[in-house]
């Protein structure tokens, strides 16, 4: 790489923005890392040229530092590097990148977000320790944005969740006659198709199975190769029919049923029993379960019943909603009882953006900083 990074000094000014062009490569990791965090890195030579770039792509590869590294060679000795994590100082399926850098002969290392995970934290206090200018905390708030699946699952042992709806403007997710598809455009659907990709797990209650028997996959093009998240459906009496498309061999299926459910021979295979609650299965054992399988990032996709179950028990961390410039006045509502009897009690979100898709709005909004251990 030869480009010149257009803010680039040897001073801190520049910091804000390699990072956020670190913060730009660490998404591309999105949907390939998972169990391991999205991260990103950009080296500065000594003169404050872009030297190197790089991600971490996937599981078991070679980590963003070490990309960036091998882009910049020589040039990386008394430049700057910005990772949008903490380096990592222990050997896992790689070797230390704290070490990596200190052999490349770094001198200033600038860092987004801590390490909260205690087996590879460490890695700025070693490279403090051999003289390495260390920063950190640069666009913390934008890094942990962009790893928030991989810092929840850290920080809380849970999959993080994201409840995705689609919605009128009046925000009723289906007509009085049961009609729901489709609420919303072609492009938000394909937008849809987009996060499934992204995600290790699809879930969906079996009120939605049985109305609309949805797929629950990630269209080819969507998809990072060959990986399809895991499709859920929330299944307490194992009611998924023989002939549903969620069994259809195309993508991995699990149905969470309860433990003591009967469970049709067609479902045999793909059944896993959970504990069951009042209102069905137990949603504390069912996050358990899918961490158990690797699962860091949950597309839940309802219906109203489970979304406004999956809030009650606090287990959203992150609101995607695609509002159609349409009105119903009658019909289901797109969230179900949460909980909440009294306007106190209301579940108060903050925005995190809100985009033009089609002719529709997409809202993406997030429970504030929760989960933040800092
Ligand atoms: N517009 C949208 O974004 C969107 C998305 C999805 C669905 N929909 C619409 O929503 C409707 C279906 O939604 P729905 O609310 O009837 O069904 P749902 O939320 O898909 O499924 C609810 C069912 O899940 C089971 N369940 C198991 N454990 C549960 C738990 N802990 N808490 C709550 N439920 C649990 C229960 O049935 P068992 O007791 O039998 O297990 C429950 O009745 C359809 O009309 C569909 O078109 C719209």
């Not at 990103?40 to 996937?58: M, S």
Request: net charge neutral.
């Amino acid at each position: 790489m030869t480009d010149t990074h257009p803010d680039a000094h040897h001073d801190a000014r520049a910091d804000p923005s390699v990072m956020r062009r670190a913060i730009g490569l660490a998404a591309r990791g999105l949907g390939t890392t998972s169990p391991n965090p999205v991260v990103g890195c950009v080296i500065l030579d000594a003169a404050g040229q872009v030297a190197g770039e790089g991600f971490h792509a996937y599981a078991g590869g070679p980590h963003a530092e070490v990309m960036a590294l091998r882009e910049a060679g020589e040039r990386a000795r008394g430049g700057t590097a910005y990772v949008t994590l903490e380096p990592c100082d222990h050997t896992g399926r790689t070797g230390p990148c704290s070490l990596a850098l200190l052999d490349a002969g770094v001198a200033r290392v600038v860092i987004a977000v801590a390490d909260p995970n205690p087996v590879a934290a460490g890695g700025a206090a070693r490279l403090r320790a051999h003289g390495v200018e260390v920063i950190t905390g640069v666009l913390a708030a934008e890094a942990e944005r962009g790893n928030a699946a991989w810092l929840t699952t850290i920080r809380l042992g849970r999959p993080h969740v994201t409840w995705k709806y689609a919605a009128t403007l009046d925000g009723r997710s289906a007509a009085s006659d049961g009609t729901s598809q489709w609420i919303t455009s072609p492009e938000a659907r394909a937008d849809v198709h987009r996060l499934r990709a992204r995600s290790d797990a699809v879930v969906a209650g079996i009120g939605t199975v049985l109305a609309d028997d949805p797929r629950l996959t990630a269209r080819a093009g969507e998809r990072a190769g060959e990986r399809e998240p895991l499709r859920v459906v929330v299944d307490t009496h194992a009611r998924t029919p023989a002939g549903a498309r969620v069994l259809d061999g195309e993508a991995p299926a699990l149905i969470a049923v309860a433990d003591d459910a009967v469970v049709p021979a067609h479902l045999s295979d793909r059944a896993v029993r959970l504990p069951r609650k009042p209102d069905g299965i137990d949603l504390h054992a069912l996050m358990a379960e899918l961490r158990g399988r690797q699962v860091v990032s949950v597309f839940l996709e309802g219906g109203p019943t489970l979304a406004g179950a999956f809030l009650r028990e606090g287990l959203v961390d992150r609101v995607i909603g695609y509002l159609a410039p349409a009105l119903l006045g009658s019909g289901r509502a797109a969230l179900g009882e949460a909980g909440v009897t009294t306007i106190a009690g209301a579940v108060r979100l903050e925005f995190d953006g809100i985009t033009p898709i089609g002719p529709d709005l997409r809202l993406e909004l997030r429970r504030p900083n929760v989960h933040r251990d800092s």
